[in-house]
């Protein structure tokens, strides 16, 4: 069965600061997919970034990048040049394995609440 | 393009009565899911359709949790009888497909329905 871990319930990051949230995952299907999704206080939830498991280069969107580390099972997103907007909730996701429908099924962790401080 | 349309955005009720949730995915998304998300936690998979079939509903409490997809478009989640404890947000997405690469796999959220139940 898949399984993605937050382990950091809360962190606090000083503007302009990176910071990097840590997200591992256990699944064993080779072909599986990870993403980063933002949930600011209005409840929406904003995809972010994505990687798949034979990607050869960690994948970067603006200021997000995925530092993967495929033998560690860990997917942490990198936050560069914090701002203020910044503070969210923020779920790592993975699809993968097939549900008795014999499609991919996407499971989330418990989050990660950063605060970004003046 | 226009979003994930989801109503209504609050509603409150006595427990053992019922309620209904709508959503309306983007247009051409043949993946539907409904998630529910209780306060301090990450989304969980109630059901997921390809076009207007169940593909997994594994998680669904279907002695009080029902949900339909007409015409593979429009999805409603029925809750009869609530309890307490399905005080949470119902969060309905949409993607492309969910077969084949996991990298169609993007989610597309609505804004999401939020439930009390007193």
């Known amino acids: 069965a898949q399984k993605i871990t937050q382990t950091q319930p809360g962190m606090f990051v000083q503007e302009k600061e990176a910071v990097t949230l840590d997200c591992t995952y256990d699944t064993s299907d080779p072909s599986y997919g990870l993403f980063w999704y933002k949930q600011p206080s209005s409840g929406e939830m904003i995809f972010l970034i994505y990687q798949g498991s034979y990607d050869q280069q960690n994948a970067t969107e603006g200021r997000y990048s995925l530092n993967f580390q495929k033998a560690r099972k860990s997917a942490n997103l990198v936050i560069s040049a914090s701002q203020l907007g910044d503070s969210a909730m923020y779920f790592c996701?993975?699809?993968?394995?097939?549900?008795?429908?014999?499609?991919?099924?996407?499971?989330f962790g418990t989050g990660t609440k950063l605060q970004v401080i003046p | 393009e226009a979003g994930v349309a989801q109503s209504p955005r609050y509603k409150i009720i006595e427990k053992r009565q019922s309620v209904a949730f709508w959503c309306n995915p983007i247009?051409?998304?043949?993946?539907l899911y409904w998630y529910q998300q209780i306060l301090g936690q990450g989304p969980k998979l109630l059901i997921q359709f390809q076009n207007n079939g169940v593909v997994d509903d594994s998680q669904l409490p279907k002695d009080r949790f029902s949900a339909e997809r007409l015409k593979g478009v429009d999805s409603t989640l029925k809750i009869q009888p609530a309890k307490l404890e399905d005080s949470a947000v119902y969060l309905c997405?949409?993607?492309?497909?969910?077969?084949?690469?996991?990298?169609?796999?993007?989610?597309?959220f609505g804004a999401g329905s939020r439930l009390t139940v007193l």
């Open positions: 247009s051409g998304h043949a993946t």
């Open positions: 996701a993975m699809s993968c394995g097939m549900n008795s429908g014999g499609y991919q099924k996407v499971t």
């Open positions: 997405a949409s993607s492309f497909h969910s077969g084949g690469s996991s990298g169609a796999n993007v989610l597309t």
